[in-house]
């Protein structure tokens, strides 16, 4: 049985995918944190999968520790997801995300020399393209210089990776997120926003639960059907399933070059307003929202050309925008 590390194996996107591997035969072992992941969440995945992974409490910006880690642990693949991820944060707090999101990444490629683990998965993003050209986004399109401290260590992160696959000859996986939404269908994993949430999904539904008094709709002015920006929610349980497909596809060689992108979105966009009139059709519940000015830094539009991952993972997202909004409705009232 192939041993796959999960770096922040607790978190939203990091414990979807676990129980995907679990359920596709992997043995996991986790690396998080807790930095904004409860620890209960590995209970919660033996409950939905009746295999309890191996789980380590460990920062990786302590190299001693992660080195210890690999002497322990003889590691198959890794999918690193730890990372900071809240872009109005990395704005103010710059040094702290260059800090874990990149030195965390250099002591997990350390580990993979040092110790002869020869595949990677990294959770990339597409804001990596900032505002593209043109619609849809596929891998080819020019990477332009991200708004964030958040998204400069996304696009840092894989330069790194280029370099260190061709120095090392370790394949390397990057997978470009659209907007993860939803949560696990026996609501006992999904997204736990750490305070007031930023993204869209968690301000909706804890706006639905009665917690935030209405939702704020960035900009009602932008060039768009409705005048609200458009984004390619992708459900979590389908980026998950895209994560088993990357990391078999390295295992069994069958990657076409060392390094290779892909996007993850379902190729279409919705713009903010179709977003909360479907979570509010599909569990009949009212969403109170106010168009408000635009959000610095956002972009009008991003959705996906996904043909790289259908044709090459033989990935296809499954479940609907209305399915996506029913589970993390339910996630969100159990929590
Ligand atoms: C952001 C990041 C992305 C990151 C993702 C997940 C950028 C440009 N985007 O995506 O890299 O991977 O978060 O953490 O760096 N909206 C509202 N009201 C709200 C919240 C959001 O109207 O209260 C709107 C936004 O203006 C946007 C859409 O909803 O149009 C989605 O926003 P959000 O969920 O924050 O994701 P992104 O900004 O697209």
Redesign the pocket.
């Known amino acids: 049985m192939n041993k796959i590390l999960v770096t922040g194996g607790l978190g939203y996107i990091g414990s979807h995918t676990v129980v995907a591997l679990q359920n596709a035969g992997y043995e996991v072992v986790i690396i998080d944190d807790l930095s904004n992941a409860n620890v209960d969440f590995v209970d919660r995945i033996a409950s939905i999968t009746n295999v309890k992974p191996s789980f380590y409490e460990i920062d990786l910006k302590n190299q001693e520790k992660v080195n210890q880690f690999f002497r322990e642990n003889k590691i198959d693949g890794i999918i690193h997801f730890a990372a900071h991820?809240?872009?109005g944060e990395s704005v103010e707090k710059p040094l702290m995300y260059y800090r874990n999101n990149l030195v965390g990444l250099l002591n997990i490629l350390d580990g993979m020399k040092d110790f002869n683990t020869d595949n990677i998965i990294f959770s990339s993003?597409?804001?990596v393209y900032g505002q593209a050209d043109k619609m849809p986004i596929d891998e080819n399109t020019s990477l332009k210089k991200?708004?964030?401290p958040?998204?400069k260590t996304?696009q840092m992160g894989e330069e790194i990776l280029e370099d260190f696959s061709n120095a090392f000859n370790k394949k390397v996986i990057c997978l470009r997120?659209f907007?993860?939404v939803g949560a696990h269908s026996s609501s006992k994993i999904g997204e736990l926003p750490n305070g007031i949430?930023?993204?869209?999904?968690p301000?909706v539904t804890q706006t639905a639960a009665g917690i935030r008094e209405y939702?704020?709709?960035?900009?009602g002015d932008y060039p768009t059907k409705d005048g609200?920006?458009i984004?390619d929610y992708i459900d979590v349980n389908d980026l998950a399933d895209a994560h088993v497909l990357a990391i078999a596809r390295l295992l069994e060689n069958k990657n076409k070059t060392k390094l290779e992108f892909f996007n993850l979105g379902t190729g279409t966009g919705s713009t903010?307003l179709e977003?909360v009139h479907a979570f509010e059709n599909a569990n009949n519940i009212k969403v109170n929202y106010q168009i408000k000015e635009r959000?610095l830094?956002?972009?009008v539009e991003?959705y996906a050309n996904n043909s790289l991952a259908a044709q090459e993972l033989n990935w296809q997202p499954k479940i609907s925008l209305t399915e996506s909004m029913l589970t993390a409705w339910e996630w969100q009232k159990s929590i």
């Open positions: 991820k809240a872009v993003s597409c804001t991200p708004e964030s958040y998204g996304k997120y907007n993860p949430p930023n993204n869209l999904i301000y939702l704020s709709v960035f900009g609200t920006a984004r903010v977003v959000r830094g956002d972009i991003a």
